[in-house]
């Protein structure tokens, strides 16, 4: 299993422009979110989706799409890019245990830049 | 607003001593209170995770103790290491919500051997 995967690792945008930052997950999760990381900030969730179909938003997802449409993918779009978005961004799988515990797997991150 | 609030924001520990990380949250829906350890230019890993209807949970080096009351909870790691130099992330969740973690701020450890 590669677990999480994502892509790009790097990426440097000029203010304005589109992109969508791809992850994939090889472990059959219900559950996958997005998650930006800033220093003194810890993680903050940006969206989230329960299923294929499903999603819903965090604590910070504005400038920031989502869809889920098969369960291994959730690309996260960012629409017209700000330099307040550039950060490393991480995204996650889980899949409710038996005991109601959920282990989300973190992929590497990608490290965005906004000039 | 912080729901999940964590200290210090970084920790010096010489080798073979005890590190402590501190959190505490607000909303008391929150069940699930994970652990995650992440190593520079890689992702969080889950390290303990406890629920509120126990007070303490240890697996090896590293304990969790929760005060349900105080709404707090703490990482405690024993003989620390020089390969346990990382940052650490508290966060909470609700059952009814998993995949929504709320994080805390981050401590960054350092193990001097």
């Known amino acids: 299993n590669a677990g999480v995967t994502q892509t790009p690792k790097f990426q440097v945008l000029k203010t304005g422009q589109s992109m969508t930052l791809q992850c994939a997950q090889d472990?059959?999760?219900?559950?996958m979110s997005w998650y930006r990381q800033d220093p003194g900030m810890g993680l903050r969730l940006i969206h989230y989706?329960?299923?294929?179909?499903?999603?819903d938003q965090g604590e910070v997802p504005n400038g920031y799409n989502v869809s889920r449409s098969t369960t291994e993918d959730f690309p996260l779009r960012l629409l017209s890019a700000a330099p307040s978005q550039t950060s490393v961004y991480f995204c996650?799988?889980?899949?409710?245990?038996?005991?109601?515990?959920?282990?989300?797997?973190f992929g590497p991150g990608t490290r965005l830049t906004v000039l | 607003q912080q729901q999940v609030k964590q200290s210090p924001q970084s920790l010096i520990v010489q080798k073979g001593g005890i590190s402590i990380i501190n959190c505490a949250y607000e909303n008391t829906a929150f069940d699930y209170f994970p652990w995650y350890q992440q190593f520079p230019g890689k992702g969080p890993a889950l390290l303990i995770a406890i629920r509120p209807d126990v007070s303490e949970k240890k697996e090896g080096r590293f304990t969790i103790s929760f005060n349900k009351s105080a709404k707090q909870f703490s990482l405690h790691i024993m003989d620390s290491q020089p390969g346990d130099s990382a940052t650490y992330f508290c966060a909470a969740s609700t059952t009814s919500n998993t995949g929504k973690l709320i994080f805390g701020q981050g401590t960054t450890l350092q193990v001097k051997p």
């Open positions: 996650a799988s889980s899949s409710p245990g038996r005991t109601g515990t959920d282990t989300q797997y």
């Open positions: 989706s329960v299923g294929a179909g499903i999603t």
């Open positions: 472990m059959n999760h219900e559950y």
